[in-house]
């Protein structure tokens, strides 16, 4: 099965600042490649498909890039709304899905 | 709105068997596939296997061959996935989500989850 390694496995940021998290791959995925947002007690939510698609409805300080072995989430301004897990998820490796280890967001 | 309501939870013995039932609404069922994730406490989402709604084609994750089953029935845009053989590690929220991918892929919408507590 293909690894996702998530990093930082949490993260203290301030409202308005910049959040980065990535994602590596343990072997090439092209762009199959999710992120998903969840906050306590409650489901995932899907916020960006394909490596950097937004999903409907999820506000556009959210974004992907990357491609391959190498991913990048941001948050470019952080809101208290967003403290949640967020999680990284191939799709390149059918019929096998996995998913990174989280990354959990804190206000600062 | 698409919707995915879940059965409640359930507390079961090692060895024994769980089901869980998830009835889809708001879009063609058949159009899209199920996809099972589990959460254990306190820990990141494990992905269980796919069915499709339109043909009942599955795919299991490996770790769970032979343990887990998942069947739809259409008449009734419900999606059921059986475990058996409980173990303490079984221990998790379950979800049942809408998947877009034709062998599996993007889970789109989820359902509210199902706790499945295992325990003697």
């Known amino acids: 099965d293909i690894q996702m390694t998530q990093s930082p496995s949490s993260l203290s940021a301030s409202v308005g600042d910049r959040v980065t998290i990535t994602c590596q791959a343990s072997?090439?995925?092209?762009?199959?490649l999710n992120w998903y947002q969840q906050k306590p007690g409650k489901a995932p939510k899907l916020l960006i498909y394909?490596?950097?698609n937004l999903e409907t409805g999820v506000p556009s300080r959210f974004s992907g890039s990357g491609s391959g072995t190498d991913f990048t989430f941001t948050i470019s301004s952080l809101q208290p709304e967003d403290i949640a897990t967020y999680y990284c998820?191939?799709?390149?490796?059918?019929?096998?899905?996995?998913f990174g280890g989280g990354t959990k967001v804190e206000i600062k | 709105q698409v919707q995915l309501v879940q059965s409640g939870a359930e507390v079961k013995k090692p060895g024994a068997s769980v089901k869980v039932s998830c009835k889809a609404s708001?879009?063609?069922?058949?159009?899209?596939?199920i996809s099972w994730v589990r959460q254990a406490p306190g820990q990141g989402l494990e992905w269980m296997g796919w069915?499709?709604?339109?043909?009942?084609?599955?795919n299991y994750a490996q770790k769970l061959q032979g343990r887990v089953t998942m069947t739809t029935d259409t008449s009734t845009s419900t999606a059921y996935m059986e475990l058996r053989s409980l173990r303490s590690d079984d221990t998790a929220v379950y979800y049942c989500?809408?998947?877009?991918?034709?062998?599996?892929?993007?889970?789109?919408?989820w359902g509210q989850g199902t706790l499945v507590t295992v325990s003697s």
């Open positions: 989500a809408r998947d877009r991918g034709a062998v599996a892929g993007t889970i789109d919408y």
């Open positions: 998820q191939q799709y390149d490796n059918l019929p096998a899905l996995t």
């Open positions: 069915i499709s709604a339109y043909n009942g084609n599955t």
């Open positions: 072997q090439d995925i092209s762009n199959y």
């Open positions: 394909d490596a950097s």
């Open positions: 708001g879009y063609t069922f058949t159009s899209y596939g």
